[in-house]
């Protein structure tokens, strides 16, 4: 049954139209593939086979009833752990959570299950998604299935390793300041980031509430869009999700993508933001936004070079705003209510003792240099210095994306200033750390639906990435541009060396 795996949405469901094969071989299949190879990658936490049997069941009984199958019927999706599946762990690859069990089903969770998805397991992340390179889980460092010896990216390195790799056909991830777009870029694959507030955050654990936002990873344009369709939508348990896109039943994104390259591009103008073309960025990664430019104008494109002055504030803006956020939300974790409570020596002799004991045996050296620096831009005297100031460049950050939205449709930059390094290559140098999301901080500050696509070969052979911006609810142009250069090249073909092995 290794067949079945590395195949697309389309062509898994159409071999369960035809009845060639059921959605328990589907299954089985995947997870013999993770038990091949999840042993080196170490891209799950946690496997959730007893409930993806039950629902490969619930389809293979649609099937022999001849019912009409639902969108994502026997497909095998992991799920980021940060986002609860009801009975499952939900850890953020944190100690202070390592025992929680999630009692209720984020929103996007109960989508998935309601569209067929087979859940095959929870995925390995940066604690509480503060990272860019899965090495601050708690629990284990996820590899890279292109070079086991280099990091998949973060924080959501975990899904994007198993779709990578072929273990799972799709995933979700969450994307605070690239966390989706950047991982997908090193593996090789296709992650977007939704307009904020297009997908529900309700059940997802909160970082930077401001800034996450859920969002799916596949190994295509098509299949995002697939994902895309099923987990959007207004959901009332969201006080930040957006009813206007949903009032007529919200847009189809895969359908809006059935037509020829050239047609897709009609009529767009393509902006290269030039600020991450130059010093920073490996040249070869320059070299292949260049040529991606020279795709979309031989579709038929205008291709013109813009300006975001602000964006050069978009790191130290983000570290301030991210932070802070993090500090008040992280604030919940203190051994009361639920997670990890420290209770042997001092911890007995006050309540403060007790969280003090708590939190520092539960949290990991990054989360705690985030809350520290959180909440020292929150404290009296420098809340207005640090905090409201970094708002305030928030705020011209998203006026020069409107100033250039009003001359292109979309912007392409490189998803990433490097392709992966090497593990525990940058574990002691914060800052270089911080640096690798530079390119796709700002749409996360502006709020605005982005994704990354495999766009060439770097050095040692690794996956290059292409990053699409586009305004606010154009979700379906990012992806008409991603699709009309996935059609009119191979990159998304190419293929990690235990995804080639099976194929």
Request: some cysteine; aromatic content about 6%; charged content about 20%.
């Given at each position: 049954?290794?067949?079945?795996?590395?195949?697309?949405?389309?062509?898994?469901?159409?071999?369960?139209?035809?009845?060639?094969?059921?959605?328990?071989?589907?299954?089985?299949?995947?997870?013999?593939?993770?038990?091949?190879?999840?042993?080196?990658?170490?891209?799950?936490?946690?496997?959730?086979?007893?409930?993806?049997?039950?629902?490969?069941?619930?389809?293979?009984?649609k099937i022999a009833r001849g019912e009409e199958l639902p969108p994502l019927a026997g497909i095998p999706v992991a799920v980021k752990d940060n986002i609860?599946?009801?009975?499952?762990?939900?850890?953020?690859?944190?100690?202070?959570?390592?025992?929680?069990?999630?009692?209720?089903?984020?929103?996007?969770?109960?989508?998935?299950?309601?569209?067929?998805?087979?859940?095959?397991?929870?995925?390995?992340?940066?604690?509480?998604?503060?990272?860019?390179?899965?090495?601050?889980?708690?629990?284990?460092?996820?590899?890279?299935?292109?070079?086991?010896?280099?990091?998949?990216?973060?924080?959501?390195?975990?899904?994007?390793?198993?779709?990578?790799?072929?273990?799972?056909?799709?995933?979700?991830?969450?994307?605070?300041?690239?966390?989706?777009?950047?991982?997908?870029?090193?593996?090789?694959?296709?992650?977007?980031?939704?307009?904020?507030?297009?997908?529900?955050?309700?059940?997802?654990?909160?970082?930077?509430?401001?800034?996450?936002?859920?969002?799916?990873?596949?190994?295509?344009?098509?299949?995002?869009?697939?994902?895309?369709?099923?987990?959007?939508?207004?959901?009332?348990?969201?006080?930040?999700?957006?009813?206007?896109?949903?009032?007529?039943?919200?847009?189809?994104?895969?359908?809006?993508?059935?037509?020829?390259?050239?047609?897709?591009?009609?009529?767009?103008?393509?902006?290269?933001?030039?600020?991450?073309?130059?010093?920073?960025?490996?040249?070869?990664?320059?070299?292949?936004?260049?040529?991606?430019?020279?795709?979309?104008?031989?579709?038929?494109?205008?291709?013109?070079?813009?300006?975001?002055?602000?964006?050069?504030?978009?790191?130290?803006?983000?570290?301030?705003?991210?932070?802070?956020?993090?500090?008040?939300?992280?604030?919940?974790?203190?051994?009361?209510?639920?997670?990890?409570?420290?209770?042997?020596?001092?911890?007995?002799?006050?309540?403060?003792?007790?969280?003090?004991?708590?939190?520092?045996?539960?949290?990991?050296?990054?989360?705690?240099?985030?809350?520290?620096?959180?909440?020292?831009?929150?404290?009296?005297?420098?809340?207005?210095?640090?905090?409201?100031?970094?708002?305030?460049?928030?705020?011209?950050?998203?006026?020069?994306?409107?100033?250039?939205?009003?001359?292109?449709?979309?912007?392409?930059?490189?998803?990433?200033?490097?392709?992966?390094?090497?593990?525990?290559?940058?574990?002691?140098?914060?800052?270089?750390?911080?640096?690798?999301?530079?390119?796709?901080?700002?749409?996360?500050?502006?709020?605005?639906?982005?994704?990354?696509?495999?766009?060439?070969?770097?050095?040692?052979?690794?996956?290059i990435g292409l990053q699409i911006l586009g305004n606010a609810l154009s979700d379906q142009i990012v992806l008409r541009v991603a699709q009309a250069f996935?059609?009119?090249?191979?990159?998304?073909?190419?293929?990690?060396?235990?995804?080639?092995?099976?194929?």
């Amino acid at each position: 049954m290794s067949e079945l795996v590395g195949k697309s949405i389309s062509e898994l469901r159409k071999l369960l139209a035809e009845k060639s094969v059921s959605a328990k071989e589907i299954l089985t299949a995947h997870l013999t593939h993770v038990g091949r190879l999840d042993g080196d990658i170490k891209a799950f936490t946690c496997l959730t086979e007893e409930r993806a049997q039950k629902q490969a069941a619930r389809i293979d009984e649609k099937i022999a009833r001849g019912e009409e199958l639902p969108p994502l019927a026997g497909i095998p999706v992991a799920v980021k752990d940060n986002i609860c599946v009801a009975d499952y762990p939900t850890t953020c690859s944190s100690k202070i959570l390592e025992n929680f069990v999630a009692p209720y089903e984020a929103t996007v969770a109960e989508k998935l299950d309601a569209a067929g998805a087979l859940f095959i397991g929870k995925t390995n992340m940066d604690e509480f998604a503060m990272g860019s390179s899965t090495e601050n889980s708690a629990f284990k460092k996820t590899a890279n299935p292109w070079d086991l010896t280099r990091v998949p990216g973060g924080s959501s390195g975990g899904s994007t390793a198993a779709v990578a790799s072929g273990m799972a056909v799709l995933a979700l991830g969450s994307d605070t300041g690239g966390s989706i777009r950047q991982p997908a870029a090193f593996c090789g694959v296709s992650g977007m980031k939704p307009t904020y507030g297009m997908v529900s955050r309700f059940g997802l654990v909160a970082f930077a509430s401001s800034l996450d936002q859920i969002g799916p990873l596949a190994r295509s344009v098509e299949d995002t869009a697939i994902a895309l369709s099923v987990i959007a939508g207004y959901d009332k348990k969201d006080s930040t999700s957006i009813p206007e896109p949903f009032k007529n039943g919200g847009p189809n994104f895969e359908k809006a993508l059935a037509e020829s390259p050239d047609k897709l591009m009609k009529g767009l103008r393509v902006g290269v933001i030039s600020e991450l073309v130059g010093d920073g960025i490996e040249p070869e990664i320059v070299s292949s936004i260049r040529a991606a430019a020279s795709v979309f104008q031989s579709l038929g494109a205008e291709v013109i070079d813009v300006s975001l002055p602000n964006s050069k504030f978009a790191l130290p803006v983000y570290y301030l705003i991210a932070t802070a956020e993090a500090s008040a939300n992280l604030a919940r974790y203190d051994g009361v209510k639920y997670g990890l409570r420290v209770k042997e020596g001092a911890a007995q002799d006050s309540l403060l003792q007790m969280y003090t004991s708590t939190r520092a045996a539960g949290f990991g050296p990054e989360v705690k240099r985030r809350i520290m620096l959180g909440t020292y831009a929150l404290s009296s005297g420098y809340y207005d210095a640090y905090y409201k100031k970094a708002q305030q460049v928030r705020r011209l950050i998203k006026n020069d994306f409107d100033g250039v939205f009003e001359k292109v449709d979309v912007l392409i930059s490189p998803t990433s200033p490097t392709v992966a390094f090497k593990i525990g290559e940058k574990t002691d140098d914060p800052l270089s750390m911080y640096l690798s999301d530079i390119a796709t901080i700002p749409a996360n500050l502006a709020g605005l639906p982005g994704i990354s696509i495999p766009a060439g070969l770097g050095k040692d052979k690794l996956p290059i990435g292409l990053q699409i911006l586009g305004n606010a609810l154009s979700d379906q142009i990012v992806l008409r541009v991603a699709q009309a250069f996935q059609q009119s090249t191979d990159f998304h073909n190419r293929q990690c060396p235990g995804l080639a092995a099976v194929g």
